[in-house]
């Protein structure tokens, strides 16, 4: 299975063949997407227009409120909100971009519409061990985002004149995000460039963290410190650390997606703690988040025990049965990785 893989000179040059004439292009990403994956559809979505083609951005589910601010985002359809207009796109289209997934899998409900889509398929993301359902590929762990890749690849077809303020604005927030503001391992030498380069392009770097980071509601704030508070664990002797909420607990403070957003990074703060776990329980199964300093693999994790996967200090799974069911499994499953939480 690929690790890795770049674009050659020659399917650059076939791709841009195909841009250089209107199209009609539709650009999807994964499930419950994060700032990433609405940021680096959107900035294409923007390059796009410029380009004369007609391009949808498709979301396989709902995000979060405060990446609604995107420009752009009022155009996005929803697979759950305009499941009839959605097929009828596929069916029109041209192009399909597959953005910050490395399978089909993780299109959940859009899965049989991105794999039976018989027009042009490109994919471009940043996750290990994709599987080869497009075309072309553009698949770079090393970096940061896969909003790092779409300036990659604007600028690889010639196009960098093209990055506008709103091109501008969607790429700085998908590195922003995916990065953790700048404080993951993953941050390289060219996010921060890119970064740059994005603020001299007009992105307004003050008011996209203003959205980003200062627009929390009230319950928010307080799911954050109920979570700390009362519902967290560690495990000294293993250097763990894990936060466990009920569907009970996210009712008490009027969940929305995207309130638990950064609350495992909290566990991973603790002194000595190489692996910290936010468990969510759903109807039927519990979601993971896993965050991992050092050489703590939780991708390998997550992928191994949690029907998941990602990178090597971020992952997610997920795993049916119920919250007290998942943290016996958790707790057993860990012991086989002392070694490297230690």
């Known amino acids: 299975m690929q690790t890795q893989k770049e674009m050659t000179k ?4 076939r791709i841009k063949e195909q841009l250089d004439s209107p199209k009609k292009i539709i650009i999807t990403t994964h499930q419950l997407p994060d700032g990433d994956a609405m940021g680096s559809s959107l900035a294409f979505y923007h390059y796009l227009l410029q380009k004369g083609h007609k391009a949808t951005v498709i979301s396989p589910s709902n995000y979060p409120n405060f990446l609604k601010w995107l420009p752009g985002n009022d155009n ?11 097929i009828k796109r596929f069916d029109e289209a041209d192009m399909m971009f597959c953005l910050d997934y490395n399978t089909p899998d993780r299109a959940k409900g859009l899965k049989e519409l991105v794999t039976s889509f018989d027009g042009i398929k490109i994919v471009i993301d940043h996750h290990p061990d994709p599987d080869d359902f ?26 960098r004149g093209l990055i506008n303020k709103d091109v501008a604005a969607c790429i700085y ?8 503001s700048f404080s993951y391992g993953s941050t390289s030498a060219n996010a921060h460039y890119i970064a740059g380069e994005m603020i001299k392009a007009g992105a307004d770097n003050l008011m996209i ?9 009230e319950d928010r704030i307080r799911l954050l410190g109920y979570a ?25 403070f009027n969940f929305q997606q995207g309130d638990t957003e950064g609350l495992v990074n909290h ?37 191994e025990h949690f029907n998941g996967g990602g990178h090597r200090n971020a992952a997610g799974g997920e795993r049916s049965g119920t919250l007290q069911d998942a943290e016996t499994q958790f707790l057993a499953i860990i012991l086989n990785y002392k070694d490297k939480l230690t």
């Open 267 to 303: 566990a991973l703060s603790i002194n000595k703690v190489s692996l910290a776990v936010l468990m969510t329980e759903k109807t039927g199964s519990v979601k993971f988040s896993f965050r991992s300093s050092g050489k703590c693999p939780a991708n390998l994790i997550a992928k």
């Open 228 to 252: 700390i508070s009362e519902k967290l664990k560690v495990v000294k002797d293993l250097n763990v650390a894990y936060i466990m909420l009920s569907i009970e607990d996210l009712e008490k």
């Open 10 to 13: 020659k399917e650059i040059s």
């Open 76 to 86: 996005v359809l929803n697979y759950y909100l305009d499941k009839d207009l959605i």
């Open 173 to 180: 927030t998908g590195i922003l995000t995916d990065t953790g």
């Open 209 to 217: 963290q203003d959205h980003i980071f200062q627009s929390n509601t």
């Open 134 to 159: 497009g075309d072309y590929m553009l698949s770079v762990v090393s970096s940061s985002s896969t909003a790092e890749l779409i300036f990659e690849f604007i600028t690889s077809l010639g196009d």
